[in-house]
């Protein structure tokens, strides 16, 4: 059935050092990213926090669920959640296939564990900047592809699948 094993991706460019923004500044300009990312979320429902969705606006040919605390905020054809865990319900209810959790760093922070993929611009610069995208454990994420470009690369990842139950001990006894 629709949107019963609905897709949860982060989708993010993260520079080296993990920071994905610096207040209101735009950090690189990746004219490749931005096709790439109108492409993969064309269709999709983006979950944005309140200032990342002000920053970057509404797009096309995407729905929008924006994360605040505050009660009282609302923009035009953009649907409300108090939370990430609850815009992903919105979207799941709505029969979504897929949907991107797409900043800010707290966003990314509350949906990372509700992901079942990473699709990530690695920018291969080191800026200062606030907002940081959480830490990628090889112990929580693998690496499913890596396409290689000057200055950045787009890669991703897929949750590691532990063994149910109890885990036997080979060592010594």
């Excluded at 994360?67 to 054809?77: E, F, I, L, M, Q």
């Excluded at 990628?136 to 690496?143: D, H, K, L, V």
């Excluded at 950045?152 to 699948?161: C, E, G, S, W």
Aim: glycine share 12%.
């Amino acid at each position: 059935m629709r949107g019963e094993q609905m897709q949860v991706i982060a989708i993010a460019a993260v520079a080296d050092n993990g920071v994905i923004g610096s207040g209101d500044d735009m950090l690189w300009h990746i004219p490749e990213d931005f096709r790439r990312f109108k492409a993969v979320t064309m269709g999709h429902t983006l979950i944005f926090g309140r200032r990342t969705f002000e920053q970057i606006g509404k797009l096309p040919g995407r729905r929008h669920i924006v994360c605040t605390r505050d009660r009282s905020w609302s923009a035009d054809g953009v649907d409300v959640a108090g939370s990430v865990p609850q815009a992903v319900a919105m979207a799941r209810d709505a029969g979504e296939d897929v949907c991107y959790i797409a900043g800010g760093g707290q966003i990314y922070a509350d949906g990372l564990e509700l992901c079942t993929g990473l699709d990530i611009t690695e920018v291969h610069q080191s800026p200062d900047g606030r907002a940081r995208f959480p830490e990628i454990s090889a112990e929580q994420w693998r690496e499913v592809s890596r396409e290689a470009h000057d200055g950045f690369d787009f890669v991703r990842y897929l949750p590691v699948v532990r063994a149910a139950g109890p885990v036997e001990s080979l060592g010594e006894g």
